[in-house]
């Protein structure tokens, strides 16, 4: 079993910063794919921003040059640390390890950015 735990959600407003993290614990074999995906009300989950296997980063065009991906292996934690919020970055934010459709997923932080 995997576990992963986030924390850095919160309100925060427009053009603030907030920093994510999640750990990962258990029966990891590696960190190598992770990243971070959010959900805002009544839309499907995207990905926001995400390690692959061949140690490249992702992002979705929409937080490019605001949200920067980093990961501390010794911790096995990831980081998304987004800048410049915009209103419609509001989203439950997921991470997530080992891939979208085997991978394990984290319960949730809350983003709220207020105009």
């Known amino acids: 079993q995997v576990q992963l735990v986030e924390s850095g959600g919160g309100l925060v407003q427009t053009g603030g910063s907030l920093r994510l993290s999640c750990a990962a614990s258990?029966?990891?074999?590696?960190?190598?794919?992770m990243g971070w995906y959010r959900q805002a009300p009544g839309k499907q989950r995207e990905l926001v921003a995400a390690f692959t296997s061949s140690g490249r980063t992702n992002y979705a065009d929409s937080v490019k040059g605001r949200f920067t991906i980093s990961r501390d292996g010794a911790k096995n934690t990831v980081y998304l640390q987004m800048n410049s919020l915009k209103p419609e970055d509001t989203a439950v934010y997921y991470c997530?390890?080992?891939?979208?459709?085997?991978?394990?997923w984290g319960q949730g932080t809350q983003v709220t950015v207020s105009s």
């Open positions: 997530n390890l080992g891939g979208i459709v085997l991978g394990s």
């Open positions: 258990g029966r990891i074999f590696s960190i190598s794919v």
